[in-house]
């Protein structure tokens, strides 16, 4: 039997496919305009300086990125800013890519830690800022998640997400997960000022683009393609029901 999807066991998984399959990461990259080697997500390479904009790091601060997977858009950020980077999820086997990732892109003082994102295992107010990239939907209680976010941040600090939110709240179209996705209301329930949200259809294209491409594909008996064909497959299969956004805001 499968994993069941979204544990822990199901990421490892998912990460090992990816890590058979250069093809995967190079119609990926090609496409979201990411640079040729990052293994990162669906955002793409040109959204990535306003990430680090909104992040406002300084040389010396401390950046978490929560549910890095690779890590490839913290490491791109803590490379460019001189920000000590602490990435945290609950893949030991993603880690394990990040650690590697680091090390080629040559961010070595980046550390990584196995945690879950509504308990990151990090002090309190120890965090400058929060980067989480398109898994704030993820927890049984996103609530705590946005909790945790708030808790491991330093007053002054800023969070930065990326996620997909229903075109129609409560769409019972969407997985339970999705539908019900409400970044500002995320944060403005765990105490967060200066709250702005912000649709991304440029970064939609491009996801577009992929899942298309991806779906065109003839994956043969290859099981890194055929995943990526699946993944492709469930994807366009509802999206017309979601719009991608970025939200931003300050700890208090
Ligand atoms: C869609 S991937 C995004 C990875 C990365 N942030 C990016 O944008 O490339 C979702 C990530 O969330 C992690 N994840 C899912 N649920 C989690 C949880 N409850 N605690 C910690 N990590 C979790 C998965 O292991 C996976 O790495």
């Known amino acids: 039997m499968p994993p ?29 305009g990411l640079p040729a080697g990052l293994s990162a997500g669906v955002i793409p390479g040109d959204a990535i300086p306003g990430l680090l904009a909104a992040l406002r790091l300084r040389s010396g601060d401390t950046l978490l ?16 800013t001189g920000a000590a980077l602490i990435g945290v999820d609950f893949s030991a086997r993603a880690l394990d890519k990040a650690r590697e990732q680091a090390a080629r892109l040559g961010v070595p003082g980046a550390t990584f830690h196995v945690g879950e994102l509504t308990a990151s295992g990090l002090p ?34 800023r969070v930065v997400l990326t996620c997909w939110e229903p075109v129609t709240p409560g769409d019972e179209r969407l997985s339970p ?17 200066g709250i702005a949200v912000a649709d991304q259809p440029d970064w939609r294209d491009r996801e577009r683009a992929l899942w298309e491409a991806a779906i065109a594909i003839d994956p043969g008996d290859d099981p ?8 492709a497959a469930r ?8 719009h991608r956004v970025l939200a931003t805001a300050t700890a208090p």
């Open 177 to 193: 997960r999705l539908r019900h996705v409400d970044l500002a209301a995320g944060l403005a329930g765990a105490g967060f000022t």
């Open 235 to 242: 994807s366009l299969d509802h999206f017309e029901l979601i």
């Open 224 to 231: 890194a393609l055929q995943s990526f064909r699946d993944e």
């Open 124 to 157: 309190d107010a120890s965090a400058d800022a929060v980067l989480c990239t398109d898994s704030i939907q993820f927890p049984d209680h996103p609530a705590d998640a946005y909790r945790e976010i708030r808790r491991v941040l330093a007053p002054g600090g």
């Open 4 to 32: 069941e999807p979204l544990s822990a066991e199901y990421f490892d998984e998912w990460y090992a496919d990816k890590a058979a399959a250069p093809t995967v990461a190079e119609i990926t990259n090609q496409i979201m």
């Open 65 to 80: 990125d929560l549910a890095c997977g690779r890590a490839g858009y913290g490491l791109t950020i803590a490379r460019e």
